[in-house]
Each structure stands twice: as structure tokens, then as C-alpha cells.
């Protein structure tokens, strides 16, 4: 579903939440998530299956009612569901004369020229586009609404590899060019290095890790070296592995502390997207933290 949500709040913040909670029947699927997400980024929504991102994204579109907290974004809000559905017997320049319809604010030629890119056959029915192409028109439906915040579930999950990273680069000069704020959930993380500036890291519909990207990433650093039952500095463990005469350490620094330089053997390098959220996935399915 593409959904436009015109929102009465208007503050800096592009969406916030408060201690927000949200429960099917007596099961908590989102719990005291609580964050602040500037305008003007790209935040990427991660989390194992079932960790809670389609009903954070559902409940800051408006789409579910919270049962505790509160949440809000500012200004105009498109919000693209995973299933990306397009009427099947509209063709793409239907739907887009469908979203001129429906919405107050409307960009034609941004929404064309999304299609253009993509190279999206204007005229035929949509029930005849693979996958990828159905969930392009439901793009550029969204972005023809003019968001100022952009919600995308899943946005690169029906995409090829070239089409993902055409997508993450086309979103950000849209955010570039109009600024405005993206928050997209996904499990391909690789692409998004370079792409996403705000991480939001959901496990067991809580939010384990949330805020300015580099700032997460510079605090932790990586550590391989000698098998070893204890990291070779100070710091929490993320997550340990252990591989023949091998072990890697994911460590988050102390606040405040110098990345440390380490001597002997091991060997340090910065930490990826990548690194940090399947080192948290990793460390929340062995229960380390749920
Ligand atoms: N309509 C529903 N009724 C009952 N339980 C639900 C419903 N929707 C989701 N849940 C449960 O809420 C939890 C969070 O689901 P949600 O779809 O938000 O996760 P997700 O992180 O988006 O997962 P995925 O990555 O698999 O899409 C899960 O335990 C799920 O089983």
C-alpha cells in the first residue's frame, strides 16, 4: 500500500517516537521505543525477521494506533508497504494519474522521471511488470506526493543487485535535491554503506541501537588476532567469534576513549554497517540481549 499521511506536527525533527508500544492481542511486537530522527536523513531500519520494523513503520505512518506512547513526523508523509501493490489492469501512467487524483501535492514530472530511470514501460498494465518493475511504480508514486518523509519497507527486497544500488543512489539525490528524510527497512545492509547517515536497530521490538551512523560506528572497532577467550582491550563485547587458531572481537569502546592501539598480533580495522548489524543480530539470537 502507498499511503500519504498529511501530518498537523511540524517540528525539526522529521519523526519522533516516545516510549512508543504497539501489541497484537496480549504480544508485544514494539516496546518503549523512543528516538529522534532529524531531517533531512537517510535512516536505515534494520532488525531480524520479526523484530518489529513493519509495525514501527506502520505506526509512525498512522496506519496502527500505538498502545503506549507517541509518536510524530513533520509535514507530508508517503509511506510504501512491503507488498508494494499496484492496481493490476492500471498501467504505470495510470496509476500516476491515480496519484494526481488522490493527492493535494503532486509532482508529475518526478514521478515520470522515476519511471524513466528505471526504465518502466509507461503503458503497460502493471499486472505485466515483474516484481521489481511493480515495486519502481509504487516508488514513484511516493515520491510524487512530494514526501517529506519518506517510509519504505523493504524497499530493495524485489530488486537486482544493479537496480538496489541504483535505487539507494537515486533516493539520496532525491533527498539531496528536496530534503527530504528517508527511513527505509531492509535486510540487504551492504548496499547502504555510504547511503543511510541514522541507524534504527530493532530486536524483539525493541530498539537495541538508534542514532547518527558514524558516530555508532566510530565508538566500536574490530579486532582479529590469536584465539583468545578475551579481547585484546577494553571495551563490551558485541560479539565474540572464535574460528581454528582465530578470534574476532567486535568491541564497543568506552565512552569517551581513544581508539586503542593494540600490539602483537592482532590487528584492528573500522567497523562496517555490515560488521555492526550482524554482529547485533548475531549476539541478540544467541539471547546475549533479548
Ligand atoms: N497482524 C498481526 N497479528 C499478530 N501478530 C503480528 C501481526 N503483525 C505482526 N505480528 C507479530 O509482531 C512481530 C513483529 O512483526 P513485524 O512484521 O513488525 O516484524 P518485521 O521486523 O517487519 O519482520 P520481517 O523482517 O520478517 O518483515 C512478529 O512477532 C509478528 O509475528
Not at 504480544?27 to 530522527?37: G, I, P, Q
Not at 517510509?151 to 539531496?176: H, Y
Not at 541501537?209 to 579481547?231: C, F, I, M, Q, W
Not at 580495522?269 to 544467541?286: F, G, I, S
Amino acid at each position: 500500500m502507498t499511503t500519504v499521511v498529511e501530518s498537523a506536527d511540524t517540528t525539526a525533527l522529521a519523526v519522533h517516537a516516545r516510549g512508543l508500544g504497539k501489541r497484537y492481542r496480549t504480544k508485544w511486537a514494539l516496546r518503549e521505543c523512543s528516538f529522534e530522527l532529524p531531517a533531512g536523513r537517510v535512516a536505515a531500519l534494520v532488525g531480524a525477521n520479526g523484530a518489529g520494523k513493519t509495525t514501527l513503520m506502520s505506526v509512525l505512518a498512522g496506519l496502527l494506533q500505538p498502545d503506549e506512547g507517541a509518536a510524530g513526523t513533520s509535514g507530508r508523509v508517503a509511506f510504501v508497504s512491503q507488498d508494494k501493490p499496484v492496481y493490476k489492469h492500471f498501467s504505470a501512467a495510470d496509476m500516476l494519474r491515480l496519484g494526481a487524483h488522490l493527492n493535494t501535492v503532486w509532482d508529475q514530472a518526478r514521478a515520470e522521471r522515476w519511471l524513466e530511470r528505471f526504465e518502466i514501460p509507461l503503458g503497460k498494465a502493471c499486472g505485466k511488470l515483474s516484481g521489481g518493475q511493480q515495486a519502481q511504480v509504487a516508488f514513484a508514486l511516493a515520491i510524487g506526493s512530494r514526501p517529506t518523509v519518506l517510509m519504505l519497507d523493504e524497499p530493495l527486497a524485489n530488486l537486482d543487485p544493479l537496480a538496489r544500488r541504483e535505487v539507494t543512489a537515486e533516493l539520496l539525490s532525491e533527498v539531496e535535491e528536496t530534503g527530504m528524510t528517508v527511513l527505509l527497512s531492509t535486510h540487504v545492509v551492504a548496499e547502504l554503506g555510504g547511503v543511510a547517515d541514522y541507524l534504527l536497530l530493532l530486536a524483539h521490538g525493541r530498539l537495541l541501537a538508534g542514532g547518527d551512523l558514524d558516530e555508532l560506528l566510530e565508538r566500536h572497532v574490530l579486532y582479529t588476532g590469536p584465539k583468545s577467550d578475551v579481547p585484546p582491550a577494553l571495551g563490551t563485547v558485541v560479539e565474540a567469534r572464535h574460528r581454528g587458531n582465530q578470534s574476532t572481537f567486535l568491541l564497543e569502546l568506552p565512552e569517551g576513549q581513544e581508539r586503542p592501539v593494540v600490539a602483537g598480533q592482532w590487528t584492528t580495522r573500522p567497523v562496517t554497517l555490515e560488521d555492526y548489524v550482524l554482529a547485533q543480530l548475531a549476539a541478540t539470537r544467541k539471547g546475549f540481549d533479548a
